[in-house]
């Protein structure tokens, strides 16, 4: 079965300081594995994805994550956080189904 | 805008009343999918179709619910006798007619709240 578990569902940093949110997940097969991202009052907004051509994946507004089999994590990071950044943001994982299971989020603050 | 659409964005009915959303995917994409999001969780997946037939089920969709895509276009979930724990945001998405990984592209969703 596939699953993702976000640890801290609340994270806080400082404008202008790294970004991480952790992502673990749990599958049988190999992973197809995403992060979204959701602002107040709106749906979910696709930031990258992990389809098993590189482990590094780049994704928009200076978001990457790392794809590491070995610890089954697949870790959000962004060098510089922004004020817009605050958001809550859901790993995902889709099994051969084509069904998507998400995490319960980490809510990011960004503190001026 | 080509977007995902959904209606009406906010619902308020009364306990024991039927509700029906409405999903409208991005042209062309061939599947659509309804997921249930409460506060403080990630959405939960409820449904899809691949064109007109609805090919899995969650055990979360219970007899109450029921989801069409009569024409392989857009799409309807109902909830009828609504009770106070159907109150959530229903989420829609749908993702293109492409080989390989399909990501799905999210609607604004429908805030349900039953009173």
């Not at chain 1, 992973?31 to 979910?44: D, E, I, K, R």
């Not at chain 2, 409820?46 to 619910?65: G, H, I, M, P, V």
């Not at chain 2, 609504?82 to 805030?111: H, I, N």
Request: glycine share 8%.
């Amino acid at each position: 079965a596939q699953s993702v578990t976000q640890l801290g569902s609340h994270v806080s940093v400082s404008e202008g300081a790294l970004v991480l949110l952790r992502c673990n997940y749990s599958s049988s097969v190999p992973p197809y594995l995403f992060w979204y991202v959701q602002y107040p009052n709106q749906g979910l907004q696709l930031l990258l994805k992990y389809t098993s051509a590189a482990t590094l994946v780049k994704g928009i507004n200076g978001f990457e994550a790392e794809f590491k089999k070995s610890e089954t994590s697949f870790h959000l990071t962004k060098p510089s956080a922004h004020m817009s950044d605050a958001a809550e943001y859901f790993c995902a994982v889709r099994n051969t189904g084509n069904q998507f299971y998400f995490g319960t989020g980490t809510s990011l603050t960004v503190i001026p | 805008d080509t977007g995902v659409s959904q209606n009406p964005r906010h619902k308020i009915t009364k306990r024991g009343q039927n509700v029906t959303f409405r999903c409208d995917p991005i042209s062309e994409h061939n599947r659509l999918y309804w997921y249930r999001q409460t506060l403080g969780q990630g959405p939960e997946f409820l449904t899809y179709f691949q064109n007109e037939a609805q090919l899995e089920k969650s055990r979360l969709l219970s007899d109450r619910f029921s989801a069409e895509r009569p024409k392989g276009s857009f799409s309807t979930l109902e909830i009828q006798r609504t009770e106070q724990g159907d109150s959530a945001m229903y989420l829609c998405a749908s993702s293109p007619r492409v080989r390989g990984l399909k990501e799905q592209y999210f609607g604004p969703g429908t805030r349900l709240t039953v009173t």
